[in-house]
């Protein structure tokens, strides 16, 4: 059975186009997992075939995901006590994580200058982009945003009301700090 898996383990990583971002062997062997896993859990009530490639393609996209993701930590694993060039100098990596907290005056001076900006645009600004803009400062979801607006979903005409909000926003934001500087 061993050669047909790997058969079709490499026609899978050819098919996903993997071949610059995961080894064929990481891939094999996750691939063999799925179908131990699978073949483990099957119950009978279904087709194998469909659960089992259901099940590899969840994979590959998490194996994928987690191999992206792997690639940007890479500035996290130098070891403190190596030295590390940083803008033409060596230096202890050590020396590079900062020394001090961000103090609770800076936190509360930032969420003033936030409130101000907010104000501001609240003002001048259409009063349902004014409205979204602050709902969004809040955290809600989109389908709240959207139930907000009289829609049961986030609509096509929601998200186009968020991304004009966002738009005009971001408009008098790059004024108004034009103007700061």
């Given at each position: ?35 131990y896993v699978e ?143």
């Amino acid at each position: 059975m061993y050669p047909k898996v790997r058969r079709e383990a490499i026609r899978q990583f050819n098919k996903y186009g993997l071949k610059n971002k995961i080894s064929l062997e990481d891939f094999e062997s996750h691939f063999l997992e799925c179908v131990y896993v699978e073949a483990d859990a099957y119950k009978g009530n279904e087709p194998y075939l469909r659960c089992w490639r259901a099940k590899v393609k969840d994979k590959v996209v998490d194996l994928l995901r987690h191999h992206q993701a792997k690639s940007r930590w890479g500035y996290a694993e130098v070891p403190l006590d190596k030295s590390v060039e940083a803008s033409g100098t060596v230096t202890q990596a050590g020396n590079l994580i900062p020394d001090h907290q961000t103090a609770f005056e800076d936190d509360v001076v930032f969420e003033t200058d936030i409130k101000k900006l907010l104000a501001g645009y609240q003002a001048t600004a259409n009063e349902r982009y004014a409205k979204v803009i602050e709902m969004v400062n809040q955290g809600r979801t989109n389908r709240e945003i959207a139930r907000e607006f009289g829609a049961d979903e986030y609509t096509p005409a929601v998200r186009k009301l968020v991304q004009r909000a966002k738009q005009d926003f971001r408009k008098y934001y790059d004024k108004h700090f034009a103007q700061a500087c």
